[in-house]
């Protein structure tokens, strides 16, 4: 069976504000201003930024007053991992496996 990893997934995480914020998030559940003063990001572009997770499905909002609070959603992470797990395992299965040059 053939293992592939998600990489639109991958494309989400490979910008590293991004890659900041999920791992904030998952130290803890944040909002926007919280995650303005950790970043250092402007408003604007965290907010373009959190909405792209959102829609790839790592963060989940909850709506507090006038702030919107994010969390992580560890289960798209772990499918992420489990992902590569399974490539890890494929690979080592396949380490001696040489196709032959024509």
């Given at each position: 069976?053939?293992?592939?990893?998600?990489?639109?997934?991958?494309?989400?995480?490979?910008?590293?504000?991004?890659?900041?914020?999920?791992?904030?998030?998952?130290?803890?559940?944040?909002?926007?201003?919280?995650?303005?003063?950790?970043?250092?990001?402007?408003?604007?572009?965290?907010?373009?930024?959190?909405?792209?997770?959102?829609?790839?499905?790592?963060?989940d909002?909850?709506?507090?007053?006038?702030?919107t609070?994010?969390?992580?959603?560890?289960?798209?992470?772990?499918?992420?991992?489990?992902?590569f797990?399974?490539?890890?395992?494929?690979?080592?299965?396949?380490?001696?496996?040489?196709?032959?040059?024509?």
């Amino acid at each position: 069976m053939m293992t592939s990893v998600d990489a639109d997934l991958i494309r989400v995480l490979a910008d590293p504000l991004r890659l900041q914020i999920v791992t904030l998030l998952a130290r803890e559940t944040l909002c926007t201003t919280h995650l303005v003063e950790e970043t250092g990001a402007r408003q604007t572009d965290l907010s373009n930024h959190l909405r792209v997770l959102r829609e790839a499905g790592f963060v989940d909002t909850e709506p507090c007053g006038r702030f919107t609070y994010y969390r992580l959603r560890p289960d798209v992470i772990a499918q992420l991992a489990g992902e590569f797990a399974e490539l890890v395992e494929t690979a080592r299965a396949a380490a001696e496996n040489k196709r032959a040059c024509p």
